[in-house]
């Protein structure tokens, strides 16, 4: 039960085994997820285990979820905006609204969310009543009580009742056997004082909450109603669909609602080992204290009743003879087979023995692998019996009834998250067929974990041969290996490979499925992408080279200006110098120029 995949829907066609899978995961989602599923199987599975049988109960709860809000600094149109939005989500009261001196808005707001999801919840025995002709399980019977202990009076008022016909309810009386009851009380939560000095609407009340057929319209057909009484009123009287209990027993006894308990298999080997263990006890007892005859007229009796080691004891006379012990014979080496014989036919009932749980050293010394497994496999069948039962019964019944509880009240679609993949539902539940096959994974007839580990691996290389046959194994059919080795190791919800229906393959495998390109056209664009990095390269060259030139006019420059400045005596810099400058450095290089020219030879 621990993968939570026990029990899943059959489809009835082909096209019909994704919504199979969708529906059987919504169903243990709710199960799991929206109710407290481990808690719930573990009370149901342990109470019947001990007495004999166990019960759960469903039923549609309606709620709400009541929040306050609070905004400031709004606009009109965000005002406007926000309650739009949340009248989606629920009713809407505006407890306060301010208008700030700005125009911007301030207000308090109560938002109130219903809300509806399927409730599980176990029973104790002793609070279930089922008519005594009952013949197999829960829903068969013809009458189903339960004497419900949960509510106060301020609790039926919140449920819609009037709060003076509330007040004046009694209690349900029943003449129940408390045995039961108090045996498993061991910490007296049974005896608890009253709350009648309590305040009236915070009181306990004990109703009957029952199951039954009535002829209601009177035409002769008795239908079944459901009834909600009081001691001295009936609270509800409604008709209903089917008894919404689901119960389970660990060895079911042919057409009887109750069947065996392990305790019931087990009461007279208990009953034995009890006498056994109590008379070896009693005989190691004996050996260390033995009975004593003594003589009286010698002896002194009160120091001879104090049994202490090292203590003394007075005697008047040779101390010969006064004191004589009883001898007793040790049983010890003859019952410590006899208790290993019963714990051996004890084992072989429950089906845990030291070779099943592999506690035992020496066992496990001295037994090859293949004998402990035959063994422990053996052993198993008990176990594993009991495990098939609850699946097929308790289980299978419980996912049914949910899947029908689900369609006559859930009329919207969710998403939760199914093998590690989130789902949204293509139908609602109420659009769902109704299901009335299921396929159980676990128990007798299953093999063991390990075993299912064992044959997976051996099906991995199986499938690594058939692939040399093309087209004999998809990526479907590897991944579905896969998703099982997974679920068998433990992890189930972790992403170890992609899903081949999912986008990602899908994009993938439309990248990798495009044709190669002609290596002609390849060629070209590699040519083309030489030429533009040359092309590249000269241009990288050209700028270069003009920068130097740049560089070296600029240099050339500066070592003029330096030349003017030191033969003019003056400072380029200031304002209307270096024109002045210039003029005359332009007529003396003029001037200099014709000197030059008239001192030149003809």
């Not at 009851?181 to 009181?203: C, F, G, M, N, P």
């Not at 068998?488 to 993938?508: A, H, M, R």
Request: proline share 4%.
């Amino acid at each position: 039960f621990c993968t939570m995949e026990a029990v899943q829907f059959d489809p009835v066609g082909p096209e019909d085994e994704q919504l199979a899978k969708e529906e059987t995961g919504y169903v243990r989602h709710v199960l799991w997820k929206k109710n407290p599923g481990f808690m719930t199987l573990y009370e149901w599975i342990k109470t019947f285990l001990l007495q004999k049988v166990g019960y759960v109960k469903y039923w549609w709860e309606d709620s709400e979820k009541v929040s306050f809000r609070r905004y400031s600094g709004l606009s009109d149109e965000q005002l406007t905006l926000l309650m739009q939005d949340l009248e989606q989500n629920g009713k809407v009261e505006v407890l306060e609204q301010e208008q700030e001196e700005d125009g911007s808005w301030s207000c308090k707001i109560k938002l109130t969310t219903e809300y509806g999801c399927a409730r599980v919840d176990g029973a104790p025995p002793e609070e279930v009543i089922v008519s005594a002709d009952c013949k197999g399980d829960i829903k068969r019977a013809k009458f189903v009580g339960h004497l419900r202990t949960d509510l106060t009076r301020s609790d039926l008022i919140e449920m819609g009742y009037d709060k003076k016909r509330v007040k004046n309810l009694t209690e349900y009386t029943w003449d129940q056997a408390l045995a039961e009851k108090l045996a498993r009380d061991s910490v007296q939560e049974s005896t608890r004082e009253s709350d009648k000095d309590a305040d009236w609407s915070s009181e306990t009340i004990r109703l009957l909450e029952c199951y039954t057929y009535l002829d209601e319209d009177d035409d002769g057909i008795a239908e079944l109603r459901c009834l909600l009484l009081a001691g001295n009123e009936i609270l509800e009287d409604e008709e209903a669909e089917e008894i919404q209990w689901s119960s389970a027993t660990p060895i079911p006894v042919p057409f009887r609602h109750f069947g065996l308990s392990m305790y019931d298999i087990m009461e007279d080997l208990q009953r034995i080992h009890t006498a056994l263990k109590r008379g070896l006890l009693d005989n190691i007892y004996f050996t260390n204290a033995p009975r004593q005859v003594y003589d009286k007229n010698t002896v002194d009796v009160a120091s001879l009743q104090i049994n202490r080691p090292g203590g003394h004891v007075a005697n008047d006379g040779p101390p010969a003879g006064a004191i004589v012990p009883l001898a007793h014979q040790p049983i010890v080496g003859d019952v410590l087979p006899v208790i290993d014989y019963f714990d051996r036919v004890r084992d072989k009932r429950t089906g845990s023995t030291a070779m099943q749980t592999g506690a035992d050293s020496d066992v496990l010394a001295s037994t090859t692998k293949g004998a402990y497994m035959d063994a422990r496999a053996a052993a198993n069948q008990r176990i594993e019996a009991i495990a098939r039962i609850f699946a097929e019964t308790g289980l299978a019944d419980l996912y049914k009834s949910l899947h029908r509880l689900l369609m006559r009240n859930q009329d919207w679609p969710e998403r939760f998250r199914l093998r590690n993949t989130w789902v949204v539902q293509k139908l609602p539940p109420t659009e769902w067929t109704e299901r009335e096959h299921l396929t159980v994974a676990v128990g007798l007839g299953n093999a063991g974990a390990q075993e299912i580990r064992s044959n997976l691996g051996l099906m991995a290389q199986a499938q690594e041969k058939a692939a040399a046959v093309p087209g004999l194994i998809q990526p479907q059919n590897v991944f579905a290996l896969f998703r099982r080795m997974q679920t068998e190791l433990g992890f189930e919800n972790e992403s170890f490979i992609t899903d081949p229906n999912s986008p990602e393959y899908q994009k993938f495998m439309q990248a990798q499925s495009q044709p190669p390109e002609d290596p002609y056209v390849t060629g070209k664009k590699i040519d083309a992408q030489v030429k533009t990095q040359q092309i590249a390269a000269d241009s990288q060259g050209k700028v270069i080279e003009l920068q130097g030139k740049r560089e070296e006019l600029a240099a050339k420059r500066d070592q003029w200006i330096t030349e003017l400045e030191v033969g003019a005596a003056v400072d380029l810099a200031k304002p209307g110098i270096g024109a002045e400058v210039a003029g005359g450095a332009g007529e003396a290089r003029a001037g200099g120029a014709r000197a030059d020219s008239q001192s030149a030879p003809s």
